[in-house]
C-alpha cells in the first residue's frame, strides 16, 4: 500500500508564487515510481499539470509550462510543486498521485494512489 499525503496549499495573488508538497509512504511505494500532479477546478474536468517519471524525467502541460516545477526528494520520499506566476486560472484542488511503473501517464486512470487534495486559490 502506498499513502500520499498533501501539504496544505493556500492562497495567493496573481503573479505570486506557492509551493505544494506530497508525502509518500507505505511498502509499496518505490522512488522508481512515475508520480504526478492533477488539478480539479470546479466545473471542469480533473487536468494533469505535471508528472516525474521513474527515471526523474519531467514534464508538464502547456497550460502551467514554464511556471510550474515538480521534483521530488528520493531520500525523503516526498515530491513537491513550485508554482510560479500564479493566475487566478490556477485555482484548483490539487492532487499527486503515484502509478506502479516506471513510465509516465498524463491519464488519471494510470495512477494507483491518490493524495488527499489540497486547495489552491489565486486572486486577482
Known amino acids: 500500500q502506498v499513502h500520499l499525503v498533501e501539504s496544505v496549499g493556500g492562497s495567493a495573488q496573481a503573479g505570486g508564487s506557492l509551493r505544494l508538497s506530497c508525502a509518500a509512504s507505505?511498502?509499496?511505494?518505490?522512488?522508481?515510481?512515475?508520480t504526478g500532479w492533477f488539478r480539479h477546478a470546479p466545473g471542469k474536468e480533473r487536468e494533469w499539470v505535471a508528472f516525474?517519471?521513474?527515471?526523474?524525467?519531467?514534464g508538464y502541460a502547456d497550460s502551467v509550462k514554464g511556471r510550474f516545477t515538480s521534483s521530488k526528494d528520493n531520500a525523503k520520499n516526498t515530491l513537491y510543486l513550485e508554482m510560479n506566476s500564479l493566475n487566478p486560472e490556477d485555482t484548483a484542488m490539487y492532487y499527486c498521485?503515484?502509478?506502479?511503473?516506471?513510465?509516465?501517464?498524463?491519464?488519471?486512470?494510470?495512477?494507483?494512489?491518490w493524495g488527499q487534495g489540497t486547495q489552491v486559490t489565486v486572486s486577482s
Open positions: 498521485a503515484a502509478r506502479v511503473g516506471y513510465d509516465y501517464s498524463r491519464l488519471p486512470s494510470a495512477y494507483h494512489f
Open positions: 507505505g511498502n509499496g511505494y518505490s522512488s522508481r515510481h512515475s
Open positions: 516525474i517519471d521513474g527515471g526523474g524525467i519531467s
